[in-house]
């Protein structure tokens, strides 16, 4: 019994540990920079404002501008922002001590707090959801729990015994009496259908924290576009959330150090009109070239 009970709650672990891994990929890379300096590590930075909420952008004499998590050092002003930062490197060889003139901070969000903590209280809700998914379908298999007499227990272990082998006939004694045999515990409902329509509004919860294009919709009839708009509203303010502070930040970061630093949401598909142009100009010159081959 205790053998099940570790193995039952390593699985518990590992399906929070899968779901939580996932989401912090998800909510990492739902930002594209072009023009980086080529020694900023996109990974890095951000993980960084991912976990800390914040990174310092600064130049340094041989690397040349790059990003660090920081300590703040001294007092504030009267934003609340650091006027004096200490940056550190991720295998702690590197510090650097920098006054207000000498940095830029971005943010993760208008918020400047990490949203990680967030991510895996979802994750561990997700979890929770997918292994009551996992247990519902194994209950639904034969009953566990028998009741009968001590002299009919071993008789009863073999009959299960031979049902769990997939038996299609099973032979037993004549002086057994089917009677002295109840059960005890019936199979629990069947929910999972519905823990997986919850376990999709726990997942468009997620998506808009990091701000991530989705739409859980129930109905069967076709949606409207007013209907879309509406949903994606929260959608919209996070993204917005999240995409002012770092867009601010490359302005200042290209002001001051002359770079050409672009951020964007990355959908996947163009984001303007003449990119959207370009993207079917290449598939009519692909399609040429398929016909001519052909």
């Given at each position: 019994m205790k053998k099940k009970l570790i193995n039952s709650q390593l699985t518990n672990m590992k399906t929070y540990t899968m779901y939580k891994e996932e989401m912090l990929t998800l909510a990492e890379n739902v930002f594209e920079f072009e023009n980086l300096p080529e020694y900023i590590d996109v990974s890095y930075l951000n993980k960084t404002l991912l976990y800390n909420g914040a990174i310092a952008f600064f130049k340094d004499e041989v690397l040349g501008v790059i990003a660090l998590p920081f300590n703040v050092l001294g007092e504030l002003d009267v934003y609340g922002r650091p006027t004096k930062i200490m940056t550190r490197s991720y295998n702690g060889?590197?510090?650097?001590?920098l006054n207000k003139d000498e940095f830029v901070i971005m943010y993760d969000n208008n918020g400047r707090y990490p949203i990680f903590l967030?991510?895996?209280?979802?994750?561990e809700r997700i979890s929770l959801s997918k292994r009551t998914i996992d247990v519902n379908i194994v209950q639904q298999r034969?009953?566990?729990?028998?009741k009968t007499t001590q002299d009919k227990k071993r008789t009863l272990e073999d009959m299960l015994n031979d049902i769990d082998g997939m038996m299609e006939n099973i032979a037993t004694y004549d002086s057994l009496d089917i009677d002295d045999m109840n059960v005890v515990l019936a199979p629990a409902p069947y929910v999972a259908d519905?823990?997986?329509?919850?376990?999709?509004k726990e997942w468009a919860e997620f998506y808009r924290l990091v701000g991530i294009a989705n739409l859980v919709e129930q109905k069967k009839e076709r949606v409207i576009r007013d209907e879309m708009t509406v949903s994606?509203?929260?959608?919209i303010a996070s993204r917005f959330s999240r995409f002012e502070p770092r867009k601010k930040a490359v302005e200042l970061i290209n002001k001051k150090w002359g770079l050409d630093i672009k951020?964007?949401?990355?959908?996947?598909?163009?984001t303007s009109e003449k990119e959207n142009k370009d993207k079917k100009d290449k598939e009519v010159v692909n399609n040429d070239n398929i016909s001519n081959n052909i």
């Open positions: 060889r590197y510090h650097k001590k967030d991510i895996c209280q979802m994750a034969t009953p566990r729990v028998w519905k823990i997986d329509m919850h376990l999709d994606q509203g929260g959608i951020v964007r949401y990355y959908d996947g598909e163009p």
